[in-house]
C-alpha cells in the first residue's frame, strides 16, 4: 500500500535526498551551450536559446538557493528555514518561505519582508508559488481540512486575497497565463487544478498518486507530475533533488510522450511552451530543450556544482 502523508499532521523538516547518477548516456554527452538541432522553421520564428540561467536549491542547515549563471559566480539567493516549504521567483532574484510560526517572507537583494501570517508551517509540501511575473506569491493559509483555502498577497506588500480552495495543496505550480494553480493532494491522491477565474478545483484525470508538481504549461493544459505506484512509499514531502517526468494533458488524463533519452530526472515548462527536460548525466546534467510538438531544439551541460541539487527554475 503507498504510504500517505496525513495533511493536518505536522511533519517533520525535509532533507533534500542525494542523487544517485548513472552515466549519461550517448544522447547525453556533455555539449557546449546553446547548441541547436536543426529545424524547418525560420530564423525569426525560433525563440531565443535559453542561456542557462538557473536556480538551485541545496540542503545545508535550511535549503541554500543559488541562482547560477554562465560566466559569472554563483549568486547566493537566501537561506530558508528547516521546514522545507519555499519557492524562487520566476525572474531568479526573489525566494519565498513559509516560517515554523506560519508566517510567509520574502527575501529579494538581501531584505527579508513578511507578507501575511497564519500559513500552514513545518509540513514540507505545504509550498508557497510565485505568480508568473514574479510580483505575487500564492500560499495556503492554517486550515484542519484536506481541501484548503488558497491565499494570494503582494510580493511588495498591499495585503492578501483568497482565490478559491482546493484539494491539490501540495507542491503548487502556477501556469504563466496566470490562471491556473495546480498541486498534489496532501493525501497523495492525485493532483487538482485550480482556477483562478472561475474559483474551482478540478481533479486532473491520469493521475490516482502522486508526490511532486513541477511545472504547468502556460495554459494549464499540460501538468508536469512525479507519479506513484500503489506500492510506492508517499516520501515526506519535501522537494525532490531529482523525480521520473511523467506529463499529462490536464482534460484528458492523456499521458504525452517525452521524446528524450538517458534517464530523466525532470522537466518543466518555459512561458513560451518550450518543455525543458533534465537528463542525469555523470560530470554534470545536460537541459534539453523540446518544441511543443516535442523536436529538439537545444541541447545545454548544467553547472557541475549543480549534478546534485534541486532544479527550481530556469530563468533564460
Not at 150 to 175: N, Y
Request: glycine share 12%; proline share 8%.
Amino acid at each position: 500500500m503507498n504510504r500517505y502523508l496525513p495533511l493536518g499532521a505536522v511533519l517533520g523538516a525535509a532533507l533534500l535526498a542525494p542523487l544517485a547518477v548513472a552515466p549519461a548516456s550517448a544522447s547525453t554527452t556533455p555539449l557546449s551551450p546553446a547548441r541547436s538541432a536543426p529545424t524547418s522553421t525560420t530564423a525569426a520564428a525560433k525563440p531565443a536559446p535559453i542561456k542557462g540561467v538557473a536556480v538551485y536549491a541545496r540542503f545545508n542547515r535550511g535549503y541554500v538557493v543559488t541562482r547560477f549563471e554562465p560566466g559569472k559566480g554563483p549568486i547566493r539567493l537566501g537561506v530558508t528555514p528547516e521546514t522545507g516549504q519555499f519557492s524562487a521567483s520566476p525572474d531568479g532574484r526573489k525566494i519565498a518561505w513559509i516560517t515554523g510560526l506560519g508566517k510567509v517572507q520574502v527575501s529579494a537583494a538581501g531584505k527579508v519582508t513578511t507578507l501575511a501570517k497564519g500559513a500552514g508551517a513545518n509540513a514540507p509540501c505545504l509550498t508557497p508559488v510565485w505568480s508568473p511575473d514574479s510580483a505575487k506569491v500564492a500560499f495556503l493559509p492554517s486550515s484542519e481540512s484536506d481541501a484548503s483555502p488558497v491565499a494570494i498577497a503582494g510580493a511588495a506588500g498591499g495585503g492578501t486575497r483568497k482565490a478559491g480552495t482546493t484539494m491539490g495543496v501540495c507542491h503548487l505550480a502556477w501556469s504563466a497565463d496566470g490562471r491556473y494553480l495546480a498541486g498534489y493532494a496532501g493525501t497523495t491522491d492525485g493532483v487538482y487544478r485550480l482556477d483562478l477565474r472561475a474559483r474551482t478545483s478540478v481533479r486532473v484525470k491520469g493521475v490516482k498518486l502522486a508526490n511532486h508538481v513541477q511545472s504547468l504549461s502556460p495554459h494549464g493544459e499540460r501538468v508536469v507530475v512525479a507519479t506513484l505506484s500503489p506500492k510506492d512509499p508517499g516520501g515526506d514531502g519535501g522537494w525532490p533533488v531529482w523525480f521520473r517526468p511523467t506529463i499529462v494533458d490536464t482534460t484528458t488524463g492523456a499521458k504525452v510522450p517525452i521524446a528524450v533519452r538517458g534517464r530523466l530526472i525532470g522537466a518543466l515548462y518555459l512561458p513560451d511552451g518550450r518543455l525543458v527536460v533534465r537528463v542525469a548525466g555523470s560530470g554534470h546534467n545536460t537541459l534539453v530543450v523540446l518544441d511543443a510538438s516535442g523536436r529538439q531544439l537545444q541541447r545545454l551541460a548544467e553547472p557541475a556544482q549543480a549534478r546534485t541539487q534541486a532544479l527550481l527554475q530556469i530563468v533564460r
